[in-house]
């Protein structure tokens, strides 16, 4: 039975998620807030696990063409910068778990599985308000007063979320004493003959660093 779905977000998750429906048979439509995508968020790197399912999608060749697979990850004392740790990466990585452990900007992750949608799979320019039950099915409520029906409704619609707010309530962040920085861009000197891949951690304010670079 093919059914009408409506997700909201059109983030990696919501993305993902709508071409895997659609290839199912179901009508996907992803209803975002943004009125068009931006080139937004940090370097990201994706274990073999996640890589696995982008090669299920049928994006993970093209991924290889634009990310990179780190040489070596490794972990140094935040104060010495004495290496406690390293894991060979690259090629004996990937034959080692099947599949690639890879760095990529997160909107070049974006682009590439935004290609894989039909077009018209996204509305942009549509922020919901809030839903309502409506027999076996669900009404949506966008912030512009217009309205749509779907047979289901998911919530893609990232850490901030409206859909989880209102069903299952308001929520905050749990702090776990851990922060992370991330940065990107190009680097001189030492940190540029460093290995692909750096994370500097576990100082006394649990803080880490991590440091993607090209090796190409
Ligand atoms: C600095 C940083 C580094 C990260 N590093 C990694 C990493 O190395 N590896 C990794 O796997 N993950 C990493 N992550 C996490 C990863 O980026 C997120 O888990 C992922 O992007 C979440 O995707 P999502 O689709 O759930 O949500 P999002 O990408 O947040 O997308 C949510 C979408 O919903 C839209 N939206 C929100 N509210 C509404 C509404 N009411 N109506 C309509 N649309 C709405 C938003 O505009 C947005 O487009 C990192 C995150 C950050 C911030």
Redesign the pocket.
């Known amino acids: 039975m093919s059914a009408r779905i409506a997700i909201?977000?059109?983030?990696?998750?919501?993305?993902a998620l709508a071409t895997l429906l659609r290839r199912m048979g179901h009508q996907a439509t992803i209803?975002?807030?943004?009125g068009q995508f931006a080139r937004v968020?940090?370097?990201?790197?994706?274990g073999a696990n996640?890589t696995k399912a982008l090669r299920g999608l049928g994006v993970l060749d093209r991924l290889r063409q634009i990310g990179f697979r780190p040489e070596s990850l490794l972990n140094r004392d935040h104060d010495t910068g004495a290496v406690s740790n390293e894991l060979p990466g690259g090629e004996a990585l990937e034959l080692r778990y099947g599949s690639p452990h890879m760095c990529l900007h997160?909107a070049d992750l974006h682009g590439a599985l935004e290609a894989l949608l039909e077009p018209g799979t996204v509305q942009l320019g549509?922020?919901?308000?809030r839903y309502e039950q409506a027999g076996a099915g669900v009404v949506l409520h966008f912030s512009d007063g217009t309205r749509e029906m779907a047979d289901a409704l998911i919530g893609?619609?990232?850490?901030?979320?409206?859909?989880r707010a209102q069903m299952i309530g308001p929520d905050l962040p749990r702090f776990t004493g851990r922060v992370?920085h991330?940065l990107s861009g190009k680097f001189a000197g030492r940190a540029a003959q460093s290995v692909a891949h750096q994370m500097v951690g576990a100082g006394p304010a649990h803080r880490d660093l991590?440091h993607h670079r090209r090796t190409r």
Do not use: P
């Open positions: 909201i977000g059109a983030g990696l998750g919501g993305i209803y975002e807030q943004a968020g940090a370097g990201i790197q994706m996640a997160r549509r922020k919901l308000a893609a619609d990232g850490v901030h979320s409206t859909v992370s991330h991590l």
